[in-house]
């Protein structure tokens, strides 16, 4: 068995469960801007498509096609719209609410924490994250696993995002780990486990819904206790 010295795992649904707590936020919002009464049917609906409108918005802003700016109020601007809501305040708000209320929701991915505790004597940790500086610290904070990790790259430090090689590169600079001997952990086959290859790395593939595909990965697990077999 390989030994390896530095493992890095991405945060959102692979550690933050992030459907859950985004979930929630919308739940929050729906009542307090009473929507039902402006016609959006309910939670779910609302939920369902803001997440379509999100997913596209964001690999638009992996890819540099929009701004940071652009993607918080644009994706209730659209889902909004969706629903016959033509309201650019409140799609400010709700942007700006949304990402206050986001990193105070606490639910993690089932293991975290009994994986966390038993890498965490072994390796030093680190995370390689895609989301926004000022929130990622903040729900690592909130769920108590802040402890856990040596550092924390985001793509706002290191200027670039995953699976761009270049945040890669900042966060074996920053670390001093050798893409050799890291691994990286990560619930998105592009982002997380094709970039870390072509960075040099292992890699376990956290495949929770077990898509089908066909890019060979080190490893690949269904759950995140899992990992305790390999390292
Ligand atoms: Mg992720």
Same mark, same amino acid.
């Given at each position: 068995? $390989?030994?390896?010295?530095?493992?890095? %795992?991405? !945060?959102?649904?692979? #550690?933050?469960?992030?459907?859950? /707590?985004?979930?929630?936020?919308?739940?929050?919002?729906?009542?307090?801007?009473?929507?039902?009464?402006?016609?959006?049917? =309910?939670?779910?609906?609302? %939920?369902?498509?803001?997440?379509?409108?999100?997913?596209?918005?964001?690999?638009?802003?992996? $890819?540099?096609?929009?701004?940071k700016q652009a993607l918080k109020v644009k994706?209730?601007? #659209?889902?909004?719209?969706?629903?016959?809501? %033509?309201?650019?305040? !409140?799609? /400010?708000?709700?942007?700006?609410?949304y990402l206050e209320l986001l990193p105070e929701?606490?639910? #993690?991915? +089932?293991? *975290?924490?009994? &994986?966390?505790?038993? &890498?965490?004597? $072994?390796?030093?940790?680190?995370?390689?994250? /895609?989301?926004?500086?000022?929130?990622?610290?903040?729900?690592?904070?909130?769920?108590?696993?802040?402890?856990?990790?040596?550092?924390?790259?985001?793509?706002?430090?290191?200027?670039?995002?995953?699976?761009?090689?270049?945040?890669?590169?900042?966060?074996?600079? $920053? *670390?001093?780990?050798? +893409?050799?001997?890291?691994?990286?952990? =990560?619930?998105?086959?592009?982002?997380?486990?094709? =970039?870390?290859?072509?960075? =040099?790395?292992?890699?376990?593939? %956290? /495949?929770?819904?077990?898509?089908?595909?066909?890019?060979?990965?080190?490893?690949?697990?269904?759950? !995140?206790?899992?990992?305790?077999?390999?390292?």
């Amino acid at each position: 068995m $390989k030994q390896y010295s530095h493992i890095f %795992f991405d !945060l959102d649904k692979t #550690l933050w469960d992030f459907e859950a /707590n985004s979930r929630a936020v919308m739940e929050d919002l729906y009542m307090r801007y009473a929507l039902k009464k402006r016609g959006v049917p =309910g939670v779910t609906e609302f %939920f369902a498509v803001y997440s379509t409108i999100n997913d596209r918005l964001w690999e638009q802003y992996r $890819k540099g096609a929009i701004r940071k700016q652009a993607l918080k109020v644009k994706r209730f601007e #659209l889902a909004l719209r969706h629903f016959s809501i %033509f309201d650019v305040a !409140l799609a /400010n708000l709700f942007g700006r609410e949304y990402l206050e209320l986001l990193p105070e929701k606490t639910v #993690l991915m +089932p293991g *975290t924490h009994a &994986l966390l505790s038993y &890498l965490k004597p $072994k390796y030093p940790l680190h995370i390689i994250t /895609n989301g926004f500086e000022e929130v990622q610290e903040k729900k690592m904070r909130n769920t108590l696993i802040l402890d856990y990790f040596t550092a924390i790259i985001t793509s706002e430090a290191a200027g670039a995002r995953k699976p761009n090689a270049a945040i890669f590169r900042y966060a074996f600079e $920053k *670390t001093g780990a050798m +893409p050799a001997n890291s691994l990286m952990i =990560g619930d998105d086959l592009e982002v997380d486990v094709i =970039g870390a290859k072509e960075s =040099g790395m292992d890699q376990i593939y %956290f /495949n929770p819904g077990r898509l089908v595909h066909t890019v060979p990965v080190t490893w690949e697990v269904a759950g !995140l206790l899992a990992v305790k077999e390999i390292l």
